[in-house]
Every structure is written in C-alpha cells, then in structure tokens.
C-alpha cells in the first residue's frame, strides 16, 4: 500500500509507471487501480503476470519449484555471495558492497500473492538487460510475449539504474518524450 499511498499523497494528474524486476507486480496492480492516471509503463529487466500467476509462477523450472521452500526455510534475504553473483555482476566493488549492505527482505507475499494481469490500453516499454545474471534474457523474452511493449535493449546486469543510469535516463526520457499529450 506503501506506492498507493504516496501516489494518493503526491496528487498527481497523471503518471508512467516504471518497474523493475519482481516489482512488475506491483506496478501491474497500481495500473490497475489508476487507469485514467496511468499513461504509459516501463518494465526494467521485470517480471510481468500473465492470466492469475505469483512471481514465482513466472520462474522456470526447477526455481519455480525450489523457490516456495527456500522462501519458507531461509526468509527473501539470500545469501550475499548469491546477491553479488545475481544482482551485482556487472557493479564496482563499492557498488556492490553498498546493494549487499542495504539488501532489504521483502514480505514472502511479494513472491507468492497471485494476482491477475492488467495491462492498460497505454504505451509499453520493456528494457533488457543484456547481461543480466538474476533475470536472464530467456525469461525477460517470456515476459515480453506477455506483453505489445516496445523493446529496447541495455548492456548491462541487473541493476541498470546503478550501472549505467545515464543510458537508463536517455531511455525513460526518450519514451517520455514520445508519449501523446495528456488528455
């Protein structure tokens, strides 16, 4: 309820919508609840819903099966030598040290609340991470079948935001600016 929230807070007229990894999930519900505010949505190296699916539905086999257990015995925080493998492959030392010491655990039911799939009749964008070692390009092609998003591509690991943020700041921007003027 957290994005709700500030979204309600912040009063805005209208909005894109950017996500990135599991938070797919979310930024499909607050489309949802925001339709008329919604004008177009981003999807960085995200997971998507299709039909009534968790996150985990999304995983391929065996993760979608190992999952649920690891999540259930060790909690959502794993381990940071895993952290530094998946998240940070392409990150610098300090980087890296900074993602794995403010790592956050998530509530288990970000990972296994099912919900159904909404994607507004709005622009679409999905950006692949082409060196991402947490969410290969075999699954973000799933995603974007799921999807009539526009494709762009950066070289970079999972985290892109960190990695290379002025290459992901031309991309938001350029999709921005190519929006329709709001109603």
């Keep these: ?10 009063k805005f007229d209208d909005f894109v919508l950017v996500s990135h990894s599991i938070s797919g999930f979310i930024a499909n519900e607050v489309a949802k609840k925001y339709q008329s505010k919604t004008r177009g949505m981003i999807a960085i ?3 998507l819903p299709s039909g009534k ?12 099966i190992i999952m649920p257990f690891m999540i259930k015995l060790l909690g959502t925080r794993p ?6 493998a998946g998240l940070c492959n392409d990150l610098t030392n300090d980087q890296s040290k900074r993602i ?23 622009p679409h964008l999905y950006v692949k991470t082409t060196s991402d070692k947490e969410f290969p390009m075999s699954l973000q092609q799933k995603m974007i079948q799921k999807t ?22 031309a991309i938001l921007n350029d ?9």
């Design 53 to 64: 699916q968790s996150f985990l539905n999304t995983l391929p086999f065996p993760q979608n």
């Design 148 to 169: 009539d998003a526009e494709v762009v591509e950066i070289v970079t690991g999972h985290i892109p935001m960190m990695s290379n943020p002025q290459g992901v700041a």
């Design 45 to 47: 190296a995200s997971a």
């Design 79 to 84: 381990p940071d030598s895993a952290i530094k």
């Design 100 to 122: 794995i010491e403010n790592f956050t655990p998530e509530s288990p039911l970000l990972y296994t609340t099912k919900i159904n799939s909404y994607f507004p009749d709005v």
């Design 1 to 10: 309820n957290h994005v709700i929230d500030s979204i309600d807070r912040w």
């Design 175 to 183: 999709f921005v600016s190519d929006l329709p003027a709001a109603k």
